[in-house]
Nanobody, 126 residues
Framework: QVTLVESGGGSAQTGGSLTLSCAAT????????MGWFRQAPGKEREGVAV?????????SSSVKGRFAISQDNANNVYNLYLRMNSLQAEDTAMYYC??????????????????WGKGTLVSISS
């Protein structure tokens, strides 16, 4: 079983920054791919960024150049981060951490991951 817990959400002003964190604990399984997804009010969930166990990253076009995903792993605990800069009102959403027991797929933005956290809310205002 894999458990994921997000933290770091909150409010910020347009142009500001926030960093999200996710702690994933997996006693038995090795996690190969982790990512961030978000869902804004009234919209479908969308992929934000993913990172493979070898450090390879990929971003959605809407956040590329503004957000940075990173991770560090030790002793069955996988820590995932999302540094969000130049925040815009359109970044307001519930952000979810997700993990996969397989390498990140090219179609990762479809959200077909194995485990999910409960989310952390990000609210951006002008």
């Amino acid at each position: 079983q894999v458990t994921l817990v997000e933290s770091g959400g909150g409010s910020a002003q347009t142009g500001g920054s926030l960093t999200l964190s996710c702690a994933a604990t997996s006693i038995i399984h090795r996690i190969f791919c982790m990512g961030w997804f978000r869902q804004a009010p009234g919209k479908e969930r969308e992929g934000v960024a993913v990172i493979d166990s070898d450090g390879t990253t990929d971003y959605s076009s809407s956040v590329k150049g503004r957000f940075a995903i990173s991770q560090d792993n030790a002793n069955n605990v996988y820590n995932l981060y999302l540094r969000m800069n130049s925040l815009q009102a359109e970044d307001t959403a519930m952000y979810y951490c997700a993990a996969s027991l397989s390498f990140c797929r090219r179609s990762w933005s479809d959200g077909k991951m194995d485990y999910w956290g409960k989310g952390t809310l990000v609210s951006i205002s002008s």
